[in-house]
């Protein structure tokens, strides 16, 4: 009978801690909202004749999309509000559900649409954040143009 409970208290044991969450295993996933802390990172922005300085997030997705640099596009018109050109292949994102989009915002929509904001507006779309331009003056004047040529350099 006590051989019976030994084992019994075994395969007790041997459950709990096949059922028990092991945090090296099982490392800790983001909950969903991006890591838009400001880096020091910068990148030079080239639209048409006007030259921008933008500052990147400091995320994954940012720092993926400064290793494609330097990077000529045709950003194409939508909206009268937003810049965007898909790229050939994804990055890798973390995008937030709607809220406040702001003038000069570098985003990802999905994962390869890149996309600049040139007005703030409220929106239910999802996006992953990049970075953001903050000479907004110069910005509107740039964008008013239909589709543009822009260059992304490293600073």
């Known amino acids: 009978m006590k051989i019976v409970t030994v084992i019994l208290m075994c395969f007790a044991c041997i459950s709990l801690f096949a059922c028990s969450k092991n945090n090296d295993a099982n490392p800790i996933q983001n909950n969903g909202s991006p890591n838009n802390n400001p880096s020091t990172t910068k990148m030079k922005?080239?639209?048409?004749?006007?030259?921008?300085?933008?500052?990147?997030?400091?995320?994954?997705?940012?720092?993926?999309?400064?290793?494609?640099f330097p990077l000529t596009i045709n950003m194409t018109e939508l909206n009268n509000n937003e810049k965007y050109f898909d790229l050939?292949?994804?990055?890798?994102?973390n995008a937030s559900v709607g809220?406040?989009?702001?003038?000069?915002?570098?985003?990802?929509?999905?994962t390869n649409t890149l996309v600049l904001f040139s007005k703030s507006f409220n929106?239910?779309?999802?996006?992953?954040?990049?970075g953001y331009i903050d000479n907004l003056t110069l910005l509107a004047r740039a964008l008013c143009n239909g589709n543009v040529v822009f260059k992304f350099e490293n600073n």
Request: no cysteine.
């Open 45 to 68: 922005i080239t639209v048409g004749t006007e030259v921008f300085t933008a500052i990147l997030y400091d995320n994954p997705s940012a720092t993926a999309f400064k290793a494609l």
């Open 88 to 93: 050939p292949n994804p990055l890798p994102t």
């Open 99 to 110: 809220g406040d989009i702001k003038a000069g915002d570098l985003t990802l929509y999905g």
């Open 123 to 130: 929106t239910s779309y999802s996006y992953t954040k990049l």
